[in-house]
């Protein structure tokens, strides 16, 4: 079955502590992307990726670092600088960035206490 | 500055109604519009896609209408289904490759 992975479904982090959460498609696909979603907000795309070895920020990078060193898997690492850290994190993938359309993830729900 | 609007929120229905629900963006100049749905606690379905040069598109009882010269897009559904019952966002793709995401309706289909 071809398709997006996150894990873990839920997870909880005491505040302070960084944590990462996963992201891996079997898709063949170039550009990966997170994205984190509130409640009554749309998504916002905190960092993408265009290929391997290469990532950029999006509007909300602050507090958060990726890493590409594989095509199938795109990490994010919640730092302990974001500032408000609880949220439901979404990782999308696409054939290239541009206007393809995007595959999502289940999603990771982060609670931070 | 680019944005994606929907209205409304949350929208309630009785099984077997026709609905529409609406997207409205600031900017005409866009690439694409894709539609989601979104069960809670869960990730993106999409549904559909259209192209900056069409008009529509349809799969089953969805039908999606773009009209670019008044920033608007809808998602018609017909003999609506409380299976149908999620949130249905929209997301706008702009020429610089920004994509921007609505806030979603959220609808509920009575039995």
Sequence with gaps: DGGITQSPKYLFRKEGQNVTLSCEQNLNHDAMYWYRQDPGQGLRLIYYSQIVNDFQKGDIAEGYSVSREKKESFPLTVTSAQKNPTAFYLCASSIRRGGYEQYFGPGTRLTVT | ?111
């Design chain 2, 1 to 111: 500055k680019q944005e994606v609007t929907q209205i409304p929120a949350a929208l309630s229905v009785p099984e077997g109604e026709n609905l529409v629900l609406n997207c409205s963006f600031t900017d005409s100049a866009i690439y694409n519009l894709q539609w989601f749905r979104q069960d809670p606690g869960k990730g993106l379905t999409s549904l559909l896609l259209i192209q900056s040069s069409q008009r529509e598109q349809t799969s089953g009882r969805l039908n999606a209408s773009l009209d670019k010269s008044s920033g608007r897009s809808t998602l018609y559904i017909a003999a609506s289904q409380p299976g149908d019952s999620a949130t249905y966002l929209c997301a706008v793709r702009f020429p610089n490759n920004d994509m921007r995401f609505g806030a979603g309706t959220r609808l509920t289909v009575k039995p």
